[in-house]
């Protein structure tokens, strides 16, 4: 497998959408190349940071304004 | 053993039909239910394609409104949630068209085509480099480097990566297909690891 290749899977391998057969090349693949085990690790723990973080908060009472604002818009097309 | 199990998980009714049914019947009350189940999502949505809070909260007031008026036309061949997103995305996207006046803005703009190259930056990242940050500052860099990338990259890897939509769903919701998806979704992936190696390197005083 080539660098090139590997990229190609890189998402389905993320995502765990390959065969173990796939699979297994792939880490042979990483095993040699040192190159790409850095991207797929570090590409893995861009997803996890992004996942874990609340970038946008909405504080509870602007939350609260706006879920009353929308459910009075609502409520004045339903009636 | 997944599939068996996602397979069983089709023939279940998901809990928001039943609250869209009693919508449609004149209750309002279940629309409440969906509303507060969604709005957090749909903020940080519309927050991340317009770039604009004020244009965040607008969004997120009118795509319920809209769907609330529109409940009629959606179809259940797709889920409320994704209908939703799919609404969403388009007041975020009209919001930006009126900011930037004269200047058209799709899902399909700043797209670069050159495909599989493969990232130069060799340098590994510390275990935990988040740790070397305070919550504030790491919330910073988040937003600087997600908000660098062009915006048909960003709104794939928010609806794939971090709302959590399937492939299928996010080609949906953009109208895009799914190759499209995948091939953004990956640009996108390795573009923010291409951004954050730089912050995660220089404090952990690894040599680029």
């Known amino acids: 497998m080539t660098c090139r290749e590997f990229l190609a899977l890189l998402d389905d391998l993320i995502d765990e959408n390959l065969t173990a057969e796939t699979r297994a090349e792939i880490e042979q693949h990483l095993h040699k190349c040192g190159h790409c085990e850095v991207i797929f690790n570090t590409t893995r723990k861009t997803i996890e940071i992004y996942r874990s973080h609340e970038l946008y908060e909405l504080p509870p009472a602007v939350n609260e304004r706006l879920h009353a604002a929308i459910m009075a818009r609502c409520k004045a097309k339903h009636s | ?208």
């Open chain 2, 1 to 208: 053993m997944s599939t068996i199990q996602s397979i069983a998980g089709q023939n279940e009714r998901h809990p928001d039909e039943t609250l869209v049914e009693r919508v449609r019947a004149g209750d309002v009350s279940a629309y409440d239910t969906l509303v507060r189940k969604y709005e957090r999502r749909i903020f940080r949505i519309a927050q991340n394609v317009t770039q604009n809070r004020e244009d965040a909260e607008d969004v997120m007031q009118d795509a319920f409104l809209k769907a609330y008026e529109k409940l009629d036309q959606f179809q259940g061949n797709s889920k409320f949630y994704t209908w939703l997103v799919r609404i969403a995305v388009n007041e975020s996207l009209m919001r930006l068209r009126k900011r930037r006046t004269g200047k058209m803005v799709s899902i399909d703009e700043d797209m670069e085509t050159e495909e599989g190259t493969v990232p130069r930056d060799l340098a590994d990242w510390a275990p935990n480099p988040e740790q070397n940050f305070n919550q504030a500052e790491l919330a910073e860099i988040l937003r600087k480097t997600i908000q660098g990338l062009p915006q048909g990259f960003r709104v794939v890897f928010v609806l794939r990566d971090v709302e959590g939509l399937s492939t299928e769903e996010t080609a949906e919701t953009l109208g895009l297909s799914i190759p499209a998806v995948k091939s953004r979704l990956l640009r996108a992936r390795l573009q923010l690891r291409d951004r954050l190696s730089r912050y995660f390197h220089r404090k952990t005083g690894v040599e680029k």
